[in-house]
């Protein structure tokens, strides 16, 4: 214990000389479920006073001045691996003129942090950063008049440096001096304006993220990382299939095995709890080798599958109608149909999805991995019938996200386990064929596009009708969202959501044309399904660019011309430019065994706008090919650090190869079938293509998400690529070698 407490005081100390954030920042307790005397692995800030939310108007909402001289800036958003916490620190340090290393971030707690819904689709730049820029912006004019107040002057004269005000007589104080101690209850009014881009200092600078040096140096960092005292291990059993149900199982053996505490059933919920993981682990083991399931086939396979939904009967959704435009299509110099196809494609999440709960005197706390903490809650409230102001969610990073996989799951049904074990902390970790069986995919789409362009190489009309599943069941206030709820006796309705607008993202062209046509057909397909990075914007821009790569080549026109001639917005004609100049696209030279293949999209038609060129390297010999090189150029508006931009686009360029070449779920009539990286292989490191990105920064205007935006435009560059290379045109996903006409090359 000396030990412990001796780690614990040096921690303290380095926390408060270096002004480091630890991730236990979101750690800090309720007053309803104190942890006496935890040694968590991941420490809270001291200096931090824990306050909830009141009132997500105020300023003390957003950024807090602490009493140790730091600034806290706190944000609904939680940490994906996107580098938002060291992007916002940038921006309240920006505005309130106080080096980064005297700010912390406290990311999504339902205990202390505002209401943003989910962290999802790009937006936690635009949207959190928004608010915590304008917030930073009136604390500092606040601050200022204070100060201005104290030594009877006018504010404007007043300069500050690293947090300390000084007046033009040589006056100096600083910001928690000036406020000793309180907290800055002042509403945002939004009639301050920030500071101008031509003054910054820290927005636009490569600042180092502290999240990947722990991540290198193997520290404690992950939900998967967390310990706590007398902490017990849980694993759940999950059915064979979607419609599986529990006939019998004989617990009596599982129950005397070593160190198991609990087995629980509860309809076709079954689950062990053990006092170490490894006892778990081996009490899940013989307890799936004893329960008998009654298994219902599932229905449409694989090879049924794109001529079943395509079936999908009832009226189709008009997204956007152009009354005529058959005939424009028909009577157009130069016109093509062509079909596409979407497999369903995993989260794929490098660690099985984990969470942590207690139930301590009727109250929840939950460490979770989710994207959403207060929807989270809503749902664990309707699953416990209890109000939500006695449940805490409080996030942690988890080891790769990318939308809805199964960190919500695995909070509820820690929630679950917990509660039969009140006053302990449990941990329940998925195995890995747990996540590749359970968690929700990304949903299969198909295609069917139709256009016509002039002599002149004009895009005159394009008509698209889509298929696609749902794309968004994330918790939302019914338990039913999380999967083991369904197995509860009695169990949860299922009901899906109408969220339609995630099918047919970037599915109307951003292209000039005088009419565009889409209608979306809605289906209900065997697997589930919810938000994968890009929800159906990676798709869509695969079929469009994929597409308009075959009028191209149809017509005899240009790759990036033609693109720029058929494009208005001049930032979407400056990334395609900066391609084509950086990788001398005009003078470029391509091998006898090369294909080089260009696609742009700007994400949601309203976001950050991309441009990639891809290199494949064919071996005719062997019937294979290889990435070779992607080139990216992308505009996200304002850069708030450039490293963090790269590193998200580099990202997204990897995981887009990653689907668009290798990845498809594979499943039969009794359930999924690629439950390990074996059966469901995914881009390894001696995979990996060289990476180019190149960054247009725009200080005047706004900063924009650029999470998602490759996505896209990676799919139909490859595809673009191997036509190029090998004359073959792969419509269905995922373009491997095998789908290439070899007899062509």
């Known amino acids: 214990m000396e030990d412990m407490q001796s780690l614990n005081s040096s921690r303290r100390s380095f926390l408060k000389t270096t002004g480091h954030l630890l991730v236990g920042f979101n750690l800090l307790p309720l007053t309803f479920c104190q942890t006496k005397g935890a040694p968590n692995e991941i420490l809270p800030y001291e200096g931090v006073p824990f306050r909830p939310i009141t009132d997500s ?8 001045l602490d009493a140790e001289g730091y600034l806290t800036v706190l944000s609904g958003k939680q940490e994906l691996g996107q580098g938002i916490k060291t992007a916002l620190i940038q921006i309240a340090a920006e505005e309130l003129d106080i080096h980064p290393d005297r700010c912390h971030i406290i990311n999504s707690d339902t205990g202390q942090t505002a209401n943003e819904g989910f962290t999802a689709g790009s937006n936690s730049v635009e949207g959190s950063g928004s608010s915590i820029r304008q917030a930073a912006a009136e604390a500092r004019q606040y601050l200022l008049k204070l100060a201005g107040q104290k030594w009877n002057v006018s504010p404007s004269s007043l300069q500050v440096e690293n947090g300390n005000i000084k007046s033009p007589s040589g006056e100096e104080i600083s910001y928690w001096k000036l406020l000793e101690g309180k907290f800055i209850e002042k509403k945002i009014t939004g009639e301050v304006s920030p500071k101008n881009p031509k003054d910054y200092k820290y927005v636009g600078q490569p600042l180092k993220r502290d999240d990947i040096r722990k991540m290198v140096n193997g520290e404690s960092y992950f939900v998967h990382d967390l310990q706590m005292p007398g902490m017990l291990h849980a694993r759940v059993l999950h059915p064979p299939s979607y419609l599986s149900q529990l006939q019998s199982v004989d617990l009596t053996e599982v129950e005397s095995m070593p160190g198991v505490l609990k087995v629980i059933r509860n309809g076709s919920f079954l689950a062990v ?3 170490r993981e490894y006892q778990a682990i081996k009490a899940w083991e013989k307890l799936k080798s004893l329960a008998d399931w009654e298994t219902v086939p599932i229905e449409i396979l694989p090879g049924q599958l794109l001529a079943s939904l395509k079936s999908t009967s009832g009226k189709p959704e008009e997204v956007e109608v152009s009354p005529g435009i058959a005939d424009t299509i028909s009577n157009a110099s130069i016109n093509h149909q062509a079909e596409y196809f979407r497999p369903y494609h ?3 999440s490098m660690g099985p999805s984990c969470a942590l709960a207690i139930w301590e005197e009727e109250k929840l706390t939950v460490w979770t991995a989710t994207q959403g903490v207060y929807p989270l809650r809503s749902t664990l409230s309707d699953l416990f019938a209890i109000d939500e102001d006695k449940i805490r969610c409080i996030g942690v990073p988890g080891s790769g996200c990318y939308g809805h996989n199964g960190a919500d799951d695995v909070s509820g049904e820690a929630a679950l386990i917990a509660k039969e074990i009140p006053g302990k902390h449990v941990r329940l970790q998925w195995m890995r064929e747990d996540e590749h069986k359970w968690e929700p995919y990304g949903t299969a789409m198909a295609f069917q596009l139709s256009a016509g362009i002039d002599s002149k190489g004009k895009l005159l009309a394009w008509d698209s009708i889509l298929w ?4 968004s069941t994330r918790p939302n206030g019914r338990a039913a969202s999380f999967i083991s709820a369904r197995k509860l006796d009695p169990p949860f309705e299922f009901r899906k959501g109408g969220f339609s607008a995630g099918s047919y993202r970037n599915g109307i062209p951003e292209y000039s044309l005088q009419a565009k046509q889409l209608h979306l057909y809605t289906f209900d397909g065997p697997l589930r399904t919810s938000s994968l990075r ?4 990676y798709a869509n821009t695969f079929a469009m660019e994929s597409f308009l790569d075959e009028l191209i080549h149809k017509s005899g026109n240009d790759p990036i011309d033609f693109r720029i001639k058929n494009l208005e917005d001049p930032r979407a004609k400056a990334v395609l ?9 005009k003078s470029k030279s391509k091998g006898a065994n090369t294909g080089l293949g260009v696609a742009y999209a700007r994400y949601k038609n309203s976001t950050s706008y991309f441009a990639v060129l891809a290199e494949v390297e064919i071996d005719k010999e062997n019937k294979d090919y290889k990435l070779k090189k992607l080139t990216g150029v992308i505009d996200s508006g304002l850069t708030i650090n450039p490293d963090g931009l790269k590193n998200q686009t580099e990202g ?7 689907w668009t070449m290798m990845e498809e779920v594979n499943y ?3 359930g999924i079938t690629g439950t390990d990286w074996a059966s469901y292989p995914i881009m390894r490191m001696m995979d990996v293509p060289e990476l180019e990105v190149h960054i247009i920064n725009r200080p005047e205007t706004k900063p924009m998400g650029a999470g998602e935006a490759a996505m896209g435009p990676v799919a139909a560059a490859i595809a673009n690529a191997v036509f190029d290379a090998t004359g073959s045109r792969i419509r269905n996903l995922p373009i491997k070698p095998e789908k290439i006409d070899w007899e062509k090359v």
């Open 57 to 64: 108007k105020l300023i003390d909402s957003w950024i807090k």
């Open 273 to 275: 709890v053990a006092t």
């Open 346 to 348: 995993m989260h794929a």
């Open 468 to 471: 696609s599943d749902s794309h």
């Open 534 to 537: 890009g929800l159906g914007a």
């Open 577 to 585: 430019e900066e391609l084509a100049e950086k990788t001398n696209w």
């Open 652 to 658: 997204g360029m990897i995981q887009s190869a990653s």
């Open 668 to 670: 039969d009539k009794n």
